[in-house]
């Protein structure tokens, strides 16, 4: 089956840096890529989305790349703050046949450390 | 606005027992589902749900069944608990599309 894997499980950065957090998938038919944030006893969190007709989106403090020829995501994190710290997944999608229900991919996750 | 509510928050049980885990929002959405969270692993979706009154399989339904009699709930149960069923399951709910809105777990342990 299709897959959706992250290049490192664990990323440390200090206080105020930059992060960029990388995900790679196989299904050329994904058209939706969601990053999402995990806090460790919480659930996931959706932080930002991207269409595969756009290469980039930004939200508040947050970008997210989509390179579809080498099929993949970054999630790019600016002046990384000590609440950053968590479990951050990307998941593509494709439909389903349900309507506008769609079937997550999710990959396995790494471990954002936010260093003061 | 509680969001997304999960009960139990932790449960044990012992091979063979049956326990049904709830999901309750109360955002109106139509889009419910259920996913388990093992180590290491991405989440994987067992069932979900477009609107009251239906359900569908996930990508690993075995061993489970769900209900939507009510809009606002989502049912998992497990009718026969065996110890690859221990995890961490997660409810989430959506207007429409994809999971927006996580509830905060249930962690389950078969012994």
């Known amino acids: 089956g299709e897959s959706v894997g992250l290049h490192l499980p664990t990323l440390s950065v200090q206080e105020g840096d930059n992060s960029i957090i990388n995900c790679a998938y196989s299904n050329s038919a994904s058209d939706y890529f969601i990053w999402y944030k995990q806090e460790s006893g919480k659930g996931p969190q959706f932080i930002i989305d991207?269409?595969?007709?756009?290469d980039k989106r930004q939200g508040q403090r947050v970008t997210v790349l989509l390179n579809k020829t080498v099929k993949h995501l970054s999630l790019q994190i600016a002046a990384t703050q000590p609440g950053d710290s968590a479990v951050y997944f990307c998941?593509?999608?494709?439909?389903?046949?349900?309507?506008?229900?769609?079937?997550?991919?999710f990959g396995s996750g790494t471990q954002l450390t936010v260093l003061p | 606005n509680a969001g997304v509510t999960q009960t139990p928050k932790f449960r044990v049980l012992k091979t063979g027992q049956s326990m049904t885990l709830l999901c309750a929002q109360d955002m109106n959405h139509e889009y419910m589902y259920w996913y388990r969270q093992d180590p290491g692993m991405g989440l994987r979706l067992i069932h979900y749900s477009v609107g009251e009154g239906t359900t569908a399989k996930g990508e690993v339904p075995d061993g489970y069944n769900v209900s939507r009699l009510k809009k606002q709930n989502f049912l998992l149960g497990l009718e026969s608990a065996a110890p690859s069923q221990t995890s961490v399951y997660f409810c989430?709910?959506?207007?429409?599309?994809?999971?927006?809105?996580f509830g905060d777990g249930t962690r389950l342990s078969i012994l």
């Open positions: 991207i269409r595969s007709n756009m």
């Open positions: 998941a593509e999608t494709s439909s389903i046949s349900s309507g506008s229900a769609r079937q997550l991919t």
């Open positions: 989430a709910s959506t207007y429409a599309g994809v999971p927006q809105h």
